[in-house]
């Protein structure tokens, strides 16, 4: 749809190998985040020069969301209700206050929450305090939010060709020939956007690994239920740790729960068998009725998982390949609903060959550093994850976290 805003006489295709939002686009959390870097902190650590236009320009794609889902009538259940981050333990709290504090800095109202505080907004006894974030995060329904947007592509003019997986693509005269089973489709540019799939140029194997996270829907609360747990403002909530839960009510008043075990599996695993995964539901199951020990008995109505796109700095990253003629836009991490939209905007540039502010961005010209090839991926990735465990229990980061921290090395869903 941003390619035709754009410029309404552009001829654009959209393939799609599966249907409109098979991927992580119909299968997350629906948290609408105006962060492009992942979160604040990440950003901070990672474009400290640029972080304060990188959080006004996260703030301008939001309200570009919003606008769009108003212009065009899309039910995405869209609620702009804040994010509610909590500490579960003591070692989490001195930070989650100077999160607040970052917040507020780059122009987000957001209020410290200390105990009963917190637990007046959404009760659990295991929340120590909290961080209430009333702007930049909204919760919708994501796979609305695909079909309305593609719904709008296609008023535009667009052309949307769903169960057309491209199985090749190659340089052709000035242009780039795409190969699918029913024919080629010839274009004179390509935006690519296979997220965690298997990529269509080689460089991005390198810088982006399938990571699967799981969520679990209850049924509807009950009143009596819902007044069990207050949640009256409806925030989207997320507890801090480095293995995290991230949770929300829906439209419907059920809880979405999800998160928390970020599953990697060996050569870049990835595909319908591995959607299901019974001991982590298990484990979230676990942890949900540890949070909430008043909803004992509450049943849980849908399981899923899908492949994440995450790459070592955790937020998106570009590139090119067959001499510029095809621009890639992955690496969004656990944070892509909201960003994707703005690296999109940012793909067609580059396809044009735009020198504009945003192509000028170091997040948009720099790379993230490559995951190393198998085993070593794995082992390197199986070895993080313990060592996120560990400092979650302990409160430290060590040795191996501290070596990756000082590389800008990480691993998150
Ligand atoms: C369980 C889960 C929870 C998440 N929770 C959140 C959240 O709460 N908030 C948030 O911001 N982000 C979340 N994310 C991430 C978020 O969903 C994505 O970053 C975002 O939707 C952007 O996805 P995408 O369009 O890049 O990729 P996708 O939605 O995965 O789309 C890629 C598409 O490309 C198609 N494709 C791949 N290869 C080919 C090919 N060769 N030919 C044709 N088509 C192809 C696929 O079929 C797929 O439909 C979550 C992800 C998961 C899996």
């Not at 410290?112 to 919760?139: F, H, M, N």
């Not at 009725?289 to 509450?298: A, R, W």
């Not at 948009?364 to 995951?371: A, C, E, G, S, Y």
Request: with cysteine; hydrophobic share 40%.
């Amino acid at each position: 749809m941003e390619a035709l805003r754009a410029d309404s006489k552009r001829s654009v295709f959209l393939l799609e190998g599966e249907r409109i939002a098979f991927g992580a686009s119909g299968r997350n959390g629906g948290f609408c985040d105006s962060s492009l870097t992942h979160g604040l902190a990440n950003g901070l650590s990672r474009f400290p020069e640029e972080i304060e236009r990188l959080e006004e320009l996260g703030r301008e794609n939001l309200a570009g969301i919003a606008r769009v889902v108003d212009e065009f009538g899309i039910d995405a259940r869209y609620e702009p209700v804040g994010l509610l981050d909590v500490a579960t333990r003591e070692h989490e709290v001195a930070d989650l206050e100077e999160h607040a504090e970052e917040l507020r800095h780059y122009g987000h109202e957001a209020e410290w929450l200390e105990g009963d505080a917190v637990r007046a907004e959404i009760d659990s006894p295991t929340y120590l305090g909290g961080v209430w974030q009333k702007t930049g995060v909204a919760t919708l329904d994501p796979a609305r939010l695909a079909w309305g947007l593609a719904a709008g592509a296609e008023s535009f003019g667009g052309r949307i060709h769903e169960a057309t997986p491209v199985l090749g693509i190659e340089a052709e005269g000035s242009g780039v020939s795409l190969e699918t089973l029913g024919g080629r489709v010839r274009a004179r540019r390509v935006v690519l956007a296979t997220s965690a799939f298997p990529p269509l140029v080689r460089s991005i194997r390198r810088y982006v690994v399938p990571v699967y996270d799981y969520v679990l829907v209850t049924e509807p609360l009950s009143h009596e239920q819902l007044a069990a747990v207050g949640w009256r403002n409806r925030q989207g909530a997320a507890d801090s740790g480095n293995q995290f839960h991230y949770y929300r009510l829906t439209s419907d008043d059920r809880i979405l729960w999800g998160g928390y075990d970020a599953v990697y599996n060996f050569g870049n695993g990835l595909g319908p068998h591995l959607d299901q995964r019974p001991e982590t539901f298990e484990m979230l199951a676990t942890n949900f009725f540890t949070t909430f020990p008043q909803l004992e008995g509450l049943r849980f109505t849908h399981r899923w998982g899908g492949a994440i796109d995450t790459c070592s700095r955790f937020c998106m990253t570009f590139g090119k390949g067959l001499g510029g003629r095809a621009v890639y836009v992955v690496g969004f991490t656990g944070l892509g609903v909201g960003a994707s939209r703005f690296g999109a905007r940012v793909a067609l540039e580059l396809a044009d060959g735009v020198d504009s502010e945003l192509t000028r961005l170091r997040l948009v010209r720099t790379k993230p550093l490559p995951f190393p090839p198998e085993p070593f991926r794995w082992a390197g990735i199986t070895l993080t994850r313990k060592e996120l465990a560990r400092a979650d229990r302990a409160g430290t980061r060590g040795l191996w976290l501290r070596a990756l921290d000082r590389l800008g090395l990480g691993f998150d869903s």
